[in-house]
């Protein structure tokens, strides 16, 4: 498995942007399924975004982030970004990078189907 720190994360204002970054330890980064999952408060973890290893491959985005945010990856660095433009109030959440070896899994919007987490970063977006 690998370990994830995330970062980035803040206050901001509606219509603002952020980017958030995953650094992930190892030397087998490449080969991990990459997702963003986001938690609001009393609602429950979602998937947002994910990327295979080549970020050329499957990505997905939910449909309520889609067009306004864009994930991609540097293997080179070990990271994987997501960046958030347009943000909206209901974009309010802790943040989360997840991991899993090989391609994206089938159930890929299910929390069960990542290994490994970071340990999650607060966006607050103001209205």
């Known amino acids: 498995q690998v370990q994830l720190v995330e970062s980035g994360g803040g206050l901001v204002q509606a219509g603002g942007s952020l980017r958030l970054s995953c650094v992930a330890s190892?030397?087998?980064?490449?080969?991990?399924?990459m997702a963003w999952f986001r938690q609001a408060p009393g609602k429950e973890r979602e998937c947002i975004a994910t990327?295979?290893?080549?970020?050329?491959?499957?990505?997905y985005y939910a449909d309520s982030v889609k067009g306004r945010f864009t994930i991609s990856r540097d293997n080179t660095k070990n990271t994987v970004y997501l960046q958030m433009n347009n943000l909206k109030p209901e974009d309010t959440a802790v943040y989360y990078c997840?991991?899993?070896?090989?391609?994206?899994?089938?159930?890929?919007?299910?929390?069960?189907?990542?290994?490994?987490w970071g340990q999650g970063t607060q966006v607050t977006v103001s209205s």
């Open positions: 997840a991991a899993v070896f090989g391609p994206i899994p089938p159930n890929y919007i299910s929390t069960y189907a990542w290994s490994s």
């Open positions: 190892g030397r087998t980064f490449s080969s991990y399924a």
């Open positions: 990327i295979n290893w080549s970020s050329a491959s499957t990505i």
